[in-house]
């Protein structure tokens, strides 16, 4: 949920209805990631060295909860008159709070099994998780506000209520009722240098390529979206919500598929096919017919085919490479691992409204128009639904020839038991 809020409605609800606009916003979203390039690694290495009876990651999602629902809530009910000085603080301090708890759990995640298959069912029951975490972001304002007009202000309001009555739950839940997981010990370098290290991890090298190009078309299209909706298909925003519903409950009812196809066919490949498909299936948007609901629902349906791999996947491969490092002699450091991981996440992100927003102030879009003939829509759909198809292609190519399958990683893990 509170990623979707970040790539979604975040950087158009700055853009549009506080005032900041197209430019100003994809700025200070590029801005704050530089923040965010330091603290990842070093929020990394530190969970990795941590050691207490609860294990080396749930201290630190303990300690960032209550920070993540503070900035989540300021964030998103920011009040009249904002500055940008003042964005720009909180996002800081948000990204801070998401780091503390983001790099832990996914590292977490990657420590609860060594073996590739029982891998992609942890990140597919995980990410199927989160799948239903959308569902309810997405369902309870279409129950709450169900006029045409709603704004994205209202939503961003349920949405930090919601994370302020539930976080604190699940926090609890996983912290009580989820293993710790095994941490083999780490050779001591500084975080800036285990950093370099991994960086000779040529899978790994290869991954973080590709998951960046992936993510960073996934992102622009997501900076897009929902001005996409409102001028381009001449529907209503908060159809949008809807349409989100309907994207993630396919991806809901494919996590198993798609753990399963990824088992069999390796995830690499399974992946790669989902980026593919998302660069084909984007454009045909432009097909659409202005207004016509049921065409663009039958395209999101598409997305939540295509796109789910690209959100149940990558960590369970970063996770294998995490194995390629311990053969290297670097030990265990799946946090700087996901740190980095992470980071290129964030930093497509980043690009991705810093690249979308400008590039179409710059070709002509307006959203403040108050005549739409005066706006370039074209340049709108365009920016949104083909530019991202120049990421994505590349990203999948990269996949197709990523070197570990489960044979591959068998015997990483045979050399790596025989050194140990």
Partial sequence: MLTMALVVYIPAFYATEVGLGLTGTGLLFLVARVWDAIIDPLVGSLSDSTRSRWGARKPWIIV????????????FNPGEGISSINMLVLLMLYYLAWTLVQIPYLSWG?????????????????????????????GLPMLIFPGPKTSIGDILGLFAWITALLLPVTVVLAIRWVPAGS????????????????????????????????????????????????????LPT???????????LVGTGM????????????KHKVLAAGVFGSALTLPMMLLVQPGAMY???????????????????????VADAVD???????GNQAGVYMSLYNLANKLALSLGVGIALPLMDLLGFDPAATDPALTDVTSLMLVGLVLPGLFLIPAGWILLRYPIDAKAHAKIL???????
Wanted: net charge positive; proline share 4%; hydrophobic share 55%.
């Fill in 110 to 138: 990657a420590e609860l099994s060594n073996d590739y298959k029982e891998r992609a069912r942890i990140v597919g029951v995980r990410e199927g998780a989160m799948f239903i975490g959308v569902l309810m972001a997405t």
């Fill in 255 to 266: 996590a198993p598929i798609i753990t399963r196809s990824a088992n069999r066919w390796g």
């Fill in 64 to 75: 960032g909860t209550p920070l993540l629902i503070w900035t989540t809530w300021q964030l």
């Fill in 324 to 330: 390629v490092g311990r053969l290297q002699g670097g």
């Fill in 295 to 317: 065409q663009v629902m039958m395209v999101f349906a598409l997305l939540g085919v295509v796109i789910s791999p690209i959100w149940i996947l990558p960590t369970a491969l």
């Fill in 238 to 248: 908060n159809n949008f919500l809807l349409l989100v519903f309907i994207q993630f």
């Fill in 414 to 420: 045979e050399q790596v038991s025989r050194l140990s």
């Fill in 183 to 234: 941490v083999a010990e780490t050779n001591f370098q500084k975080p800036y240098a285990k950093m370099r290290s991994l960086l000779g991890n040529g899978p790994f090298r290869r991954l973080l390529l590709a998951t960046f190009l992936s993510w960073l078309g996934v992102h622009v299209y997501n900076a897009a979206v929902l001005l996409i909706i409102e001028f381009g298909l001449a």
